[in-house]
């Protein structure tokens, strides 16, 4: 074996203002640091020769050693990390490393990477990274490195998870497919992976997923079942594994009950579905010509009724988006007992169509980066003053978390569709315990009505085998991540309204 000759770090920049979809609270409850990383970095690490030496620091979970200097660092960044990124980056470059930059700001800003980096990887990585090592031990660093087309990516190799501590961990993210035909205005997909889907082998994606520590799977793919012989395959061949798993999902996946079932029988407990508006021009305007408003409600019953949760995604702030939008999906994920509901104001992102637009009618808002994180709008509604959108954004949020919200729509949902096949997944008995003991702890040892309530119609539910025990279990986790998310970062979003109606002044 090769002896090492470099040393380099690949570093995640801390978010400092997290979605509350990520669930940043839930793995606190676990004795974990992160419901799911990243998977760039230890991709990036497995297209890393061996001749360097390749450290993986989170800052989610661990702390960077600043005081020891290896020779290259690589930064991956987003737009609400860069900050903290570029702080990283100058310390290193300070004191002597080689910085190299990459992701999507590094993509869509590179300039701006430059004058922190010594290098930037611009789009996919692979063959672009590669090189870059290779010039790097050549002395012939050149300051930016692309692929000169998309990998096919047939075949990808194992992500370096030996690098990451995966006890800190719920669930581990894998891909199997880049690429996006549809051109949403607002998104960046097509942009970044291209607008033509590729897929891997299923035999390269379910070695990957047979090599995981966890048997808990986030599928990153922007849409999993696109190709429903591809996902019939896959899911297929997922059965008897012992998994439990999320992917995301067009709502057209309603019209195959049979690659539904299959997904069900290999452990898929969520769909995410972008639905994105319920007003008619609202999906005009962002290009989202598949989505069809008719065809919403029965597309969620068919899905509950395979005992699969759909996690419903909705965007507000679309131009022809007037107040009542707020009320009216309130209104819809109550009728559809959507308990999971991702509300984010509408996004300019610097590659998108809609950046574009909204730059050149000079109707972005000056934020704080850190701020773009799916919660805080960068852009001036034209039919709803700003600070009145955001008020309403955050009262709305409030309104879907509620207890009594909750609880009605968990009711309707567990006494309608069966839920009651337990998860495969091979939980140790000390991780259940502890998991039991919590939500004793939080739902039946507390003051709050509603909470206790929940608690007790669940496992009435659950004795009468309309619920498995684990997924009431898990639901109850889940509710409560969200509500500490609330009680210890609303601030922020009250604190980023003022910063709006300094703005709007």
């Given at each position: 074996m090769m002896p090492s000759k470099y040393t380099i770090y690949l570093i995640n920049p801390k978010l400092e203002f997290k979605h509350y979809a990520t669930q940043e609270y839930?793995?606190?409850?676990?004795?974990?640091?992160?419901?799911?990383?990243?998977?760039?970095?230890?991709?990036?690490?497995?297209?890393?020769?061996?001749?360097?030496?390749?450290?993986?620091?989170?800052?989610?979970?661990?702390?960077?050693?600043?005081?020891?200097i290896p020779d290259i660092v690589g930064i991956t960044t987003t737009l609400p990390t860069i900050k903290r990124a570029f702080e990283i980056a100058d310390h290193f470059k300070r004191a002597g490393a080689t910085v190299v930059m990459g992701g999507l700001y590094a993509t869509y800003y590179t300039d701006v990477a430059l004058l922190h980096s010594d290098a930037v990887v611009v789009g996919e990585a692979e063959g672009a990274w590669e090189k870059l090592l290779e010039d790097y031990e050549n002395k012939n660093l050149k300051t930016i490195y692309s692929s000169d087309s998309k990998t096919e990516y047939k075949k990808s190799p194992l992500p370096r998870w030996d690098l990451i501590d995966t006890d800190k961990v719920i669930s581990l993210p894998v891909q199997a497919s880049r690429g996006c035909p549809?051109?949403?205005?607002?998104?960046?997909?097509?942009?970044?992976?291209?607008?033509?889907?590729?897929?891997?082998?299923?035999?390269?994606?379910?070695?990957?997923?047979?090599?995981?520590?966890?048997?808990?799977?986030?599928?990153?793919?922007?849409?999993?079942?696109?190709?429903?012989?591809?996902?019939?395959?896959?899911?297929?061949?997922?059965?008897?594994?012992?998994?439990?798993?999320?992917?995301?999902?067009?709502?057209?996946v309603a019209e195959h009950d049979e690659l539904l079932q299959t997904m069900a029988d290999a452990g898929c407990y969520a769909i995410i579905l972008g639905f994105e508006s319920l007003n008619p021009a609202s999906l005009k305007e962002a290009k989202k010509f598949h989505n069809k408003i008719e065809k919403?409600?029965?597309?969620?019953?068919?899905?509950?009724?395979?005992?699969?949760?759909?996690?419903?995604?909705?965007?507000?702030?679309?131009?022809?988006?007037?107040?009542?939008?707020?009320?009216?999906?309130?209104?819809?994920?109550?009728?559809?007992?959507?308990?999971?509901?991702?509300?984010?104001?509408?996004?300019?992102?610097?590659?998108?169509?809609?950046?574009?637009?909204?730059?050149?009618?000079?109707?972005?808002?000056?934020?704080?980066?850190s701020c773009i994180n799916g919660m805080v709008p960068n852009i001036l509604p034209l039919k709803i003053p700003l600070t009145q959108f955001f008020e309403k954004y955050i009262t709305t949020l409030e309104k879907l978390f509620e207890y009594e919200t909750i609880h009605q729509k968990a009711i309707s949902l567990f006494q309608n569709f069966d839920f009651s096949n337990e998860d495969t997944e091979d939980i140790k008995w000390f991780e259940k315990f502890q998991t039991t003991i919590f939500v004793l702890r939080r739902f039946l040892l507390t003051n709050n009505e509603s909470k206790r309530k929940l608690f007790i119609e669940l496992f009435k539910m659950a004795r009468q085998k309309k619920i498995a025990p684990g997924k009431a279990i898990s639901f109850l986790l889940s509710v409560e991540g969200i509500k500490d998310w609330f009680k210890y970062e609303k601030g922020k979003l009250l604190n980023a309204l003022e910063e709006l109606k300094l703005t709007s002044q």
């Open positions: 839930l793995p606190k409850f676990l004795g974990k640091k992160i419901f799911c990383p990243p998977l760039s970095l230890p991709l990036i690490a497995s297209l890393t020769p061996p001749q360097f030496d390749v450290k993986i620091i989170d800052e989610e979970m661990d702390n960077i050693p600043f005081e020891k549809y051109r949403c205005e607002f998104c960046l997909v097509s942009k970044m992976f291209g607008n033509r889907f590729r897929y891997r082998d299923v035999d390269n994606v379910v070695s990957e997923i047979d090599s995981l520590p966890l048997k808990k799977i986030f599928f990153v793919d922007d849409n999993l079942t696109a190709n429903k012989k591809f996902a019939f395959e896959l899911a297929t061949r997922l059965k008897g594994k012992g998994l439990s798993w999320v992917c995301q999902a067009s709502i057209d919403f409600e029965k597309a969620i019953g068919i899905i509950h009724s395979h005992g699969i949760h759909v996690m419903a995604s909705f965007i507000v702030g679309f131009d022809e988006d007037t107040e009542d939008i707020y009320q009216k999906i309130l209104d819809f994920t109550l009728k559809n007992n959507l308990w999971f509901v991702l509300l984010s104001p509408l996004t300019a992102v610097k590659g998108t169509d809609l950046y574009d637009k909204i730059e050149k009618e000079n109707r972005l808002l000056e934020i704080d980066p």
